[in-house]
T-cell receptor, first 114, second 113 residues
Framework: AQSVTQLDSQVPVFEEAPVELRCNYSSSVSVYLFWYVQYPNQGLQLLLKYLSGSTLVKGINGFEAEFNKSQTSFHLRKPSVHISDTAEYFCAVSFKAAGNKLTFGGGTRVLVKP | NAGVTQTPKFQVLKTGQSMTLQCAQD?????MYWYRQDPGMGLRLIYY???????DKGEVPNGYNVSRLNKREFSLRLESAAPSQTSVYFC????????????FGDGTRLSIL
């Protein structure tokens, strides 16, 4: 079965430090890749997406992610986090063989400390 | 503000009771989705509607029914609620079936005792 794994359930990080959230997927077919952010008591917001082209994707709020096909990964990075980045982050993959439906990872909670 | 609106925001039910979760979007999107969110499991698709008049099962449809009332509204019904359906439910929309969900509501927190 196709799956998405977010390797860290929680990531504490100090303000202005860099952060990397890891995401790996299992698939040998073409995929579309997404990162969503969920602030407390809110729905998900799309941060960025990879559909094709350059493997380095830039999103909103200073986030970027890199698609690595050989490692089946799509890690999310931000060079300097703010308190307001405290949220839960979800990696999601759309497997073309599965009708383009999204499969979500379990989420990573980022807690930014002052 | 434009977006996806869900009602109610919170609900407590007893086992066996029924209820309908409401969702409406005002962005003229064709596709709408219902997900449930459980700790450590991300979001799982319950049902989706690619366009007005069509609905299809997602990953976890058992125990649920849906109605795409018109282009704006997509409701989720629990006919006989079970404790396993305690979850946070999100409605989402996208412009086209080939697009992934872009706009989410704020969720309905449902507890079943």
């Amino acid at each position: 079965a196709q799956s998405v794994t977010q390797l860290d359930s929680q990531v504490p990080v100090f303000e202005e430090a860099p952060v990397e959230l890891r995401c790996n997927y299992s698939s040998s077919v073409s995929v579309y890749l997404f990162w969503y952010v969920q602030y407390p008591n809110q729905g998900l917001q799309l941060l960025l997406k990879y559909l094709s082209g350059s493997t380095l994707v830039k999103g909103i709020n200073g986030f970027e992610a890199e698609f690595n096909k050989s490692q089946t990964s799509f890690h999310l990075r931000k060079p300097s986090v703010h308190i307001s980045d405290t949220a839960e982050y979800f990696c999601a993959v759309s497997f073309k063989a599965a009708g383009n439906k999204l499969t979500f990872g379990g989420g990573t909670r980022v807690l930014v400390k002052p | 503000n434009a977006g996806v609106t869900q009602t109610p925001k919170f609900q407590v039910l007893k086992t066996g009771q029924s209820m309908t979760l409401q969702c409406a979007q005002d962005m003229n999107h064709n596709s709408m989705y219902w997900y449930r969110q459980d700790p450590g499991m991300g979001l799982r698709l319950i049902y989706y509607s690619a366009s007005e008049g069509t609905t299809d099962k997602g990953e976890v449809p058992n125990g649920y029914n849906v109605s795409r009332l018109n282009k704006r509204e997509f409701s989720l019904r629990l006919e006989s609620a079970a404790p396993s359906q305690t979850s946070v439910y999100f409605c989402a929309s996208s412009p086209h079936p080939d697009n992934q969900p872009q706009h989410f509501g704020d969720g309905t927190r449902l507890s079943i005792l």
